[in-house]
């Protein structure tokens, strides 16, 4: 049975878990959305002590503020990398758990907009997208990717860029007027 190393930092909340099959044998997060860097290392060395090693890491690519998306995805790839174990990547809001058919899921992406998408019995049908709240109808915020849901999407995804939404803050020297 396959295990995963599973992290996501699309959030505030950095999550990390590890599972054997659909098993979640450890997880656990911790909340502080300029915290991931620590975070996360501190939360994959308790999941290593479960006595099991993985066989590949699942990481939510996104969408989500760019810095801390990138810790977590860099991380997920070191990790990997150091371990010669494959990456597979999940788009962060198809893995929140919402018990309706139809639903939309948003997360804060700060400067008062949310990073959304819309699903139709379970599958993304729009998105995922960034706007202003005023500009998306009904949709569930503060809710956050579940461990054995990213887990389960690995069966059929596996996104190899992150969903960055937004264009940089950074501008390149020369690009400045």
């Avoid at 990481?59 to 995805?73: D, H, K, N, S």
């Avoid at 500009?135 to 996104?159: C, F, T």
Wanted: proline residues 5%; glycine residues 8%.
């Amino acid at each position: 049975m396959t295990v995963s190393l599973v992290i996501d930092t699309s959030t505030s909340r950095t999550i990390v878990g590890i599972t054997r099959g659909t098993e979640v044998l450890w997880e656990g997060f911790h909340d502080g959305a300029t915290d991931h860097g620590n975070a996360v290392a501190d939360l994959v060395k308790k999941a290593m002590t479960q006595g099991v090693n993985p066989d590949r890491v699942v990481v939510g690519m996104g969408p989500g503020p760019f810095t801390g998306l990138r810790v977590g995805i860099a991380f997920a790839r070191a990790f990997a990398a150091a371990r010669s174990l494959p990456v597979i990547g999940i788009c962060s809001l198809d893995a929140i758990q919402v018990d309706k058919s139809e639903y939309t899921v948003a997360i804060d992406a700060r400067r008062k907009e949310i990073y959304w998408a819309r699903y139709k019995d379970g599958v993304r049908v729009e998105g995922p997208a960034v706007n202003f709240p005023a500009d998306v109808d009904g949709y569930i915020l503060d809710l956050y990717p579940d461990v054995a849901r990213l887990v389960a999407l690995s069966d059929s995804q596996n996104e190899v860029e992150p969903f960055y939404l937004r264009r940089p803050d950074a501008i390149a020297t020369a690009d400045r007027s």
